[in-house]
């Protein structure tokens, strides 16, 4: 600790337990003024998000650490969840004094609190953490045969050829409708299930598999109907029984927020039979949407009109997702779904989200329930709301944008206190059980792909150019160097590590829908494949590496490391992102060491180990 902080909520004698607090546990404080500043008393002061209630605890004097008062405390913990808010306050006794907060001292002005997440403590599945999740495109991934779309809902067409590259102009009236496949089949994945267990895959997580007008399938046309270019119900049961047989399990793309407009509930375009909320006011589904009047006029996802907004508080739509005997979340877990991903989790109201977990745990005991947060998901605000999503009673873990931004910026450039200072946020604010089922991610369906970005100078400016976008031989070879750092960094920090589908094969691509082309089957770069099945065996081997702590060992300039501990099993990583040579003595008080990832021996001296890092190079050391 540096003046002038005097307390620091991440150090343990400021603070036990680190982090999270479970729901009435025992918290102590300490902190220390300047002894200069003649403080005699000070007070917690603390604010209770939820319940709006704020409070001050006296702390108590308790000697000196060197030649500083120390006051301490122990605060019990709400009973409920809740997000607490505090900062300290010193004062003389004539009554002078200021407050300390994260800035230091100050006087006047809004203090800037620290951050005491409440949590009721609550488990994940066991499956979900022991390897590594495999993020799937659908319709991009593997077809068997070229499919005919006629009678389909949408205008849809099929590329014959697997290996052209998206569509991306506009049509005729200025609109990119995503109506192209390539016709990618539940089937071509349960073909190359052998593939992915030989990856170390134990999670698929596809992205939307329902009826759909569009290729991303994120404009659902009716919930209770597997996409027929993807195949049928039959074809869903039998990939999941076949996952499983392969110790993997099958996370759905529950997008409950809004639907297409072509689609059996809303039914703009009469494709469907029945009547929709946009032909008559007597549909079964117009209390789904909210019009401003009916028909025109109606509330959209982000005014998009394709994607009509559902009101989650109408009770039909609730028990037709959630609550009924045979809703949308129960029949597809019973089909052999392992859990749900829910997209746009913020546009989700607390209640619906609780809901959903409870629906999910109650049709299978070790069902799992993910959230797509982009940020801090402990403290998000969404339509003027703080959000619960990981106190207890909703979401399991949520998707970690904040460890890809974290680690992109660090990669690219940035200095390893920055991803090291990002990522212990996010430590100490997410309980544990969170922390460690947080879905971490080097890219995804909407991000470019992570070997571009880490390979090329900058993105190019227009849709043209990135269309035609395609990394140097440098720029390549680059992305790959800090590419293996980065996986390195995914399969060894706490949380499940998530491969978008040909990321491992080396693809490249600017965002959507550069980065949603065909994975190239018999042409992947099998160096990059290889790699990313090492990680992946690793990960299912060691505990270290599935549910070991975390240690900063080192973070300074272009040079990271931190242990996994667990069960006297030690597993350390070590990257050099710079493109200079460095060198690094870490405490070793064993005998032997390993890099898992070459087999390279190394000799301890005296209980050190001597280090001398190449640039771009990363070892995992045991």
């Not at 059996?264 to 009047?293: E, M, R």
């Not at 160097?481 to 490249?508: H, I, K, N, Q, W």
């Not at 550069?514 to 299912?540: C, H, M, S, V």
Request: proline content about 6%.
């Amino acid at each position: 600790m540096s003046e002038p902080f005097v307390f620091d909520p991440r150090c343990d004698l400021c603070k036990t337990p680190f982090g999270a607090a479970v729901c009435g546990q025992e918290v102590t404080f300490t902190c220390r003024p300047l002894t200069s500043e003649g403080f005699t008393h000070c007070a917690l002061v603390l604010h209770r998000e939820f319940s709006g209630q704020s409070q001050e605890v006296e702390l108590s004097p308790a000697g000196f650490w060197g030649d500083r008062m120390c006051f301490t405390t122990v605060f019990q913990a709400p009973e409920e969840p809740e997000l607490i808010w505090y900062h300290f306050r010193f004062w003389r006794d004539d009554g002078s004094g200021c407050d300390l907060d994260k800035t230091g001292y100050r006087s006047d002005g809004q203090p800037l609190s620290w951050q005491l997440t409440v949590y009721r403590r609550s488990h994940t599945p066991d499956w979900y953490g022991g390897g590594m999740v495999y993020q799937i495109f659908p319709d991009r991934f593997r077809r068997l045969s070229v499919p005919d779309p006629a009678g389909l809902v949408g205008n849809r067409w099929v590329h014959q050829n697997w290996e052209d590259a998206p569509t991306w102009r506009p049509d005729p009236d200025g609109e990119v409708r995503n109506r192209d496949f390539f016709g990618g089949s539940l089937a071509g994945i349960t073909e190359k299930l052998d593939e992915l267990a030989a990856l170390g895959v134990t999670a698929l997580y596809m992205c939307p598999i329902f009826e759909s007008a569009s290729n991303h399938r994120y404009n659902t046309a009716d919930y209770t109907k597997i996409d027929p270019l993807l195949g049928n119900e039959e074809d869903f049961k039998t990939l999941c029984a076949k996952a499983k047989e392969r110790g993997i399990r099958v996370i759905l793309d529950g997008v409950f927020n809004h639907t297409g407009s072509q689609s059996i509930y809303f039914n703009a375009d009469g494709f469907y039979p029945s009547l929709g909320a946009a032909q008559s006011q007597d549909s079964p589904y117009s209390d789904w949407f909210s019009f401003h009047p009916w028909p025109d006029d109606y509330d959209a996802w982000w005014g998009i009109r394709t994607l009509p907004a559902v009101r989650e508080d109408a009770a039909s739509y609730v028990d037709y997702i959630i609550d009924g005997e045979d809703s949308i979340i129960r029949r597809w877990l019973r089909s052999g779904a392992s859990g749900w991903r829910l997209d746009v989790a913020d546009e989700l109201p607390d209640w619906f989200i609780e809901k959903a977990r409870k629906a999910v745990e109650e049709t299978k005991e070790d069902g799992l329930l993910i959230g797509e947060v982009w940020e801090d998901a402990s403290n998000k605000i969404a339509y003027s709301q703080r959000r619960k999503y990981l106190l207890g009673s909703e979401l399991h873990g949520v998707m970690n944008y904040p460890f890809r931004t974290a680690l992109l910026t660090y990669l690219k450039g940035g200095n390893a206190e920055g991803f090291r200072d990002s990522m212990e946020t996010i430590r100490e604010n997410y309980p544990p059980e969170a922390f460690y089922a947080n879905m971490n991610f080097l890219g995804t369906h909407d991000t470019a792909r992570i070997l571009t970005v880490l390979g090329a100078d900058y993105p190019p400016e227009s849709k043209e150019e990135r269309a035609n976008f395609r990394l140097s031989p440098d720029q390549r070879q680059r992305g790959v160097d800090l590419l293996r750092l980065a996986a390195l960094a995914l399969f060894s920090f706490p949380g499940v590590p998530t491969v978008f589908y040909g990321d491992e094969a080396g693809m490249e691509g600017w965002e959507d829908p550069f980065n949603r082309g065909t994975y190239p089957w018999g042409q992947e770069d099998t160096a990059i494949r290889d790699y990313f099945a090492l990680l992946g065996g690793l990960r299912k081997q060691r505990a270290s590496l599935r549910q070991g702590g975390l240690r900063w060992l080192c973070a300074e300039g272009r040079l990271a490391a931190f242990a996994r501990e667990s069960a006297g099993e030690r597993s350390v990583a070590v990257l050099n992102a710079g493109d200079e040579p460095r060198t690094l003595t870490l405490d070793w008080p064993w005998e032997n060491c390993t890099d898992l990832l070459s087999g390279r021996n190394f000799a301890p001296v005296d209980g050190e180990l001597h280090l001398a890092l190449s640039p771009y190079e990363g070892l995992l050391l045991g």
